[in-house]
C-alpha cells in the first residue's frame, strides 16, 4: 500500500453540497453542512471528498456557470466556510477534491463582460468570438450539449460567441496563453488552501477545431436522442491541441505535493485513454464512465474491463464510477437488488472507484415534475433532466429527512422507506454492505492495489480476481448479474466467502461448483487441491 499513492489505493466520493445537508433552514445544501456530516464518510470508509462547484455564479447550471473562480457562492458559505471544512476533512484523514470548471465561465464574469464590451476590448480574445456566416446566421453547425445552436449573437459588436452548454456560459479560448496562466492561477490560490486535487470539467472541450469547420451528421441520430447527437462532435471537442492545455495544469498541479488531477471526459476507451498525457503527463485520472453507459450484463461488462486494462498506458493507473449528478442512478437504471452487486464490481475491479452520495444507500432516481424542474436542460429538451439523481439526502425518516428545516429544493422522494440512519441499524441494509465493502477493500491490498486477473464464466456471471503481487494473497470475485440461481464450475479446491452482497453466508462452501443465488455476488477466498486436508 505504501508503494501508492492516496488517490490510487482511496475511494472518492463525490458530494452534491445543494442536495448533501442544509445547515441554515433555506433547503440548499452548503459547506457546513459537508462539515457536519464528516462522520458519515468516516464511517462509511471513503478516503476522498469531491464537491460539486461551490464558487460564486449566477446559478443558471447550479455553478457550472462561474462568475468568480476564487470565491465561494453565499448559497454555499464563504472562504472561511471552505477553510474550516479543508481543516475538518484533513483532521479526520480525509482528503478534498474541487470541481474546477475552465471550459466556460458565466456571462455575469467579469472577464466576459469585459470582453463583449467591444471588438478591441483587452480580454476581447479570452473567448471564442466568430463573425457571422454570410446569410448571417451562425459560424458554422455546431449544437450546444443542451440544445439548440452553440453560438449566440451578440448586437453591441456584431459577433457571435461559443458556449458548449447554455447561452449564459461562454466558453473560454483556451488557445490563448492569457487564458491559461489565469487558471493556473486558480489552480495555485486554491492549493494554497489545502485542497488535495481537481475534477476538471468536460476537460476534452478545452480546445476547439482552430478552422470552426462543421461537425458531420450523426448517421444513427434518432428522435428520441438529444439534440446535442444529430451531430457527430468532430470538431468541437476532443482536439489534439487540447493535451498541451492540460499539461499546463498538470504543471500548476504537481508543483504541490501529493495532488491529483482527474478529468471528466465522455469519449471511447480509446480516445478516453489519450487523457493520461505523453509519458503520464496529463491528468492522473480520466474518469471513466464506462459501467454507466454498457449493458448491464456479464459478457459486456467482461469484455468492457478487458478492453479498458490493455488500453491503459504502461504506468497509467484505472478507474471506475457507478453513477453522478449528471446520469440516471444505479438503482433505477438496474434495479435495487444489481445495484448491489454492482457496488461489489466497483470497490472490487482494479483501480480507483468514485461513489456518488446516496448509493451507499440505495437511492433512486425522484420523480421531479417538469413544472417543478431546476435542471436547464428539462426546461430546454423535457425527457432529459438530471434533477431525479439530484435530490436531496434522506438522513432519518422525518417527512424531511433531516436534510433541512425549509422546503427542499428539490423533491425528497419518500425518507421513511428510505433513509441513512435506519440503514444504519440494519446489519444487512446497501449501508451495510458499502460498510463491509470498503472495510475489506481498505484492510486487504489485493483488493485495493493488487493484480486483476479474468476468470473464465458463463451465462449471468462475471468473475475475476484481484492478487497482491508482493504477498500472494488472492481473492475470486464472483458476481451474478442475472435474476436467476447460477452455478460458478470454474472451481479447483475449496472455496471460503468472506463477503456475500445479501450479507447472511460467509465460510468455508461444499466442494463442487458454487451456487450463487439470484442478483447475489460474493467474494472468495480459494485453497487449491494441495492445501486441501
Sequence with gaps: MTDHLWWQRGVVYQVYPRSFQDSDGDGIGDLEGVRRRLDHLVDLG?????????????????????????????????????????????????KLILDFVPNHSSDQHPWFVESRSSRTASKRDWYIWR???????????????????????????????????????????????????????????????????????????????????DNPVNPHYCAESPDIARLLQLHSADQPEVFDAIAELRAAVDAYDDRVLIGEIYLPVERLVAYYGAELGGV?????????????????????????????????????????????RVA???????????????????????????????????????ELAQDPWEKNEPGHGRDPARTPMPWN?????????????????????????????????????????????????????????????????????????????TFLIVLNLGPDEAMFDAVDGRLTTVLSTHLDHSGTEPEGPL?????????????????VG
Excluded at 136 to 164: C, E, K, L, M, R
Excluded at 306 to 316: H, V
Excluded at 332 to 359: F, K
Aim: with cysteine.
Design 332 to 370: 433505477s437504471r438496474i434495479g435495487a437488488a444489481q445495484a448491489r452487486v454492482a457496488a461489489m464490481l466497483l470497490l472490487t475491479l482494479r483501480g480507483t472507484p468514485t461513489l456518488y452520495y446516496g448509493d451507499e444507500i440505495g437511492m433512486s432516481d425522484v420523480p421531479v415534475p417538469h
Design 515 to 531: 451456487r450463487l443465488r439470484p442478483d447475489e455476488g460474493r467474494i472468495l477466498t480459494h485453497l487449491g487441491p494441495s492445501q
Design 284 to 328: 492522473h485520472l480520466p474518469f471513466n464512465f464506462h459501467l454507466i453507459l454498457a449493458p448491464w450484463n456479464a459478457r459486456a461488462i467482461a469484455r468492457l474491463i478487458e478492453t479498458y486494462e490493455a488500453a491503459l498506458p504502461p504506468g497509467g493507473w484505472p478507474n471506475w464510477v457507478l453513477g453522478n449528478h449528471d446520469q440516471s
Design 131 to 213: 463573425d457571422p456566416a454570410p446569410d448571417g446566421g451562425p459560424p458554422n453547425n455546431w449544437i450546444s450539449n443542451f440544445g439548440g445552436p452553440a453560438w449566440t449573437y451578440d448586437p453591441v459588436t456584431g459577433q457571435y460567441y461559443h458556449h458548449a452548454f447554455l447561452t449564459e456560459q461562454p466558453d473560454l479560448n483556451w488557445r490563448n496563453p492569457e487564458v491559461r496562466a489565469a487558471m493556473a492561477d486558480v489552480l495555485r490560490f486554491w492549493l494554497d488552501r489545502g485542497v488535495d486535487g481537481f475534477r476538471v470539467d468536460v476537460i476534452w472541450h478545452l480546445i476547439k477545431d482552430a478552422g470552426f469547420r
Design 46 to 94: 471513503v478516503d476522498a471528498v469531491w464537491l460539486s462547484p461551490i464558487f460564486p455564479s449566477p446559478m443558471a447550471d447550479f455553478g457550472y456557470d462561474v462568475a468568480d473562480y476564487c470565491g465561494v457562492d453565499p448559497i454555499f458559505g464563504s472562504l472561511d466556510d471552505l477553510d474550516r471544512l479543508v481543516a475538518d476533512v484533513h483532521g479526520r484523514g480525509l
Design 397 to 473: 425518516r422525518s417527512p424531511k429527512g433531516g436534510f433541512t428545516e425549509g422546503a427542499p429544493w428539490l423533491p425528497m422522494g419518500d425518507p421513511a422507506a428510505l433513509n441513512v440512519a435506519d440503514q444504519a441499524a440494519d446489519p444487512r441494509s446497501t449501508l451495510a454492505l458499502h460498510r463491509a465493502l470498503l472495510a475489506l477493500r481498505r484492510a486487504h491490498p489485493a483488493l485495493s492495489v493488487g493484480a486483476y486477473e479474468s476468470v473464465p464464466a458463463e451465462g449471468d456471471l462475471l468473475a475475476y480476481r484481484r492478487r497482491d503481487p508482493t504477498t500472494g494473497e
